[in-house]
């Protein structure tokens, strides 16, 4: 979708301001949607006209902003049309965190670390599943994958190596619910978040497995498809917050989830994801050695 930014028309004095305005679209755009939709909310709307509110404001907002930088500084923009290789990203990228939730269920019940009490597939469930994919595509999904594994990855690619230009958009990915945060604080509305140790560690390894779909395929289409199957199973598999897929009990509490959500789905495929990579540059260079 967003090439490596390596073009000459992007400009050396301006690499550090693809970074810099994807980062700031992505906060700016998150944090006037939670604005929008508290007023929302104080004015009597229900929970579920706020989320479509601020999932409309988030997608009108920073898709637009990322549309014009990409234009002025010659970063390729290749959303659409949609191929028949973008579909195949998508749904590799949705396939991945589904196998490895479904790996992470298996090993904690053979371990007797979970024991599953029961299956709860309904017609409301399915209804609150793609309710979610469409509001998690426009208020998550495809805003933090254009600004942060798209214009911020880009941008700090074009002045660092990849594994530094990999740190940055990891620590940028977690400033940008803190900088909400502070700013909520600021202007005087209702925290929309806890900021803890263990959060930011989940966001430090989402975001890094999340780059690697896009250095695998070279392609943010796996990315996003990642993104929503992880909010899918979060919400409504592993840590359900209403509809629930199935339901569980643990022998310690918050160890089962934790092992599944975060060791399986997210470091589980990241540890995939680098075996991949490493495989797919080893057998370009052996190809391009035999073709020397």
């Not at 709307?45 to 902003?65: K, W, Y």
């Not at 010659?74 to 990228?93: A, D, I, Y």
């Not at 609150?128 to 805003?143: D, G, K, R, S, T």
């Not at 202007?187 to 978040?193: E, F, K, L, S």
């Amino acid at each position: 979708m967003i090439p490596l930014a390596r073009n000459q028309s992007a400009g050396r004095s301006h690499r550090g301001a693809i970074a810099i305005l994807g980062w700031l679209s992505m906060t700016l755009g998150l944090f006037a949607a939670s604005a929008i939709g508290q007023w929302v909310r104080t004015a009597g709307g229900t929970e579920e006209s706020v989320r479509i509110l601020q999932a409309l404001v988030t997608g009108s907002t920073i898709v637009p902003v990322v549309y014009l930088t990409q234009l002025r500084f010659g970063v390729r923009l290749n959303l659409l049309p949609v191929s028949t290789g973008s579909l195949v990203h998508l749904l590799c990228g949705f396939g991945l965190p589904l196998a490895m939730t479904g790996a992470g269920f298996l090993i904690a019940a053979s371990k007797d670390w979970i024991t599953i009490t029961g299956w709860h597939w309904t017609p409301e469930l399915i209804s609150a599943v793609l309710m979610n994919l469409f509001i998690a595509l426009l208020y998550e999904a495809l805003p933090e994958e254009l600004t942060l594994r798209g214009l911020v990855y880009s941008g700090l690619r074009l002045r660092l190596p990849a594994v530094l230009a990999y740190f940055g958009q990891m620590i940028l990915f977690v400033l940008v619910p803190l900088t909400v945060l502070f700013l909520q604080k600021l202007t005087g509305m209702p925290a929309g978040n806890t900021f803890t140790a263990d959060y930011v560690i989940l966001l430090l390894g989402f975001g890094l497995t999340l780059q690697l779909w896009r250095s695998l395929t070279g392609s943010l289409w796996a990315s996003v498809g990642f993104h929503l199957a992880y909010l899918t199973l979060s919400r409504f598999v592993v840590l359900p917050r209403g509809y629930a897929a199935l339901t569980y009990t643990e022998q310690e509490a918050g160890t089962g989830g934790l092992f599944i959500l975060f060791g399986m789905t997210v470091l589980g495929s990241a540890g995939v994801l680098i075996v991949l990579l490493l495989g797919t540059r080893l057998l370009l260079g052996r190809r391009g050695k035999e073709a020397d």
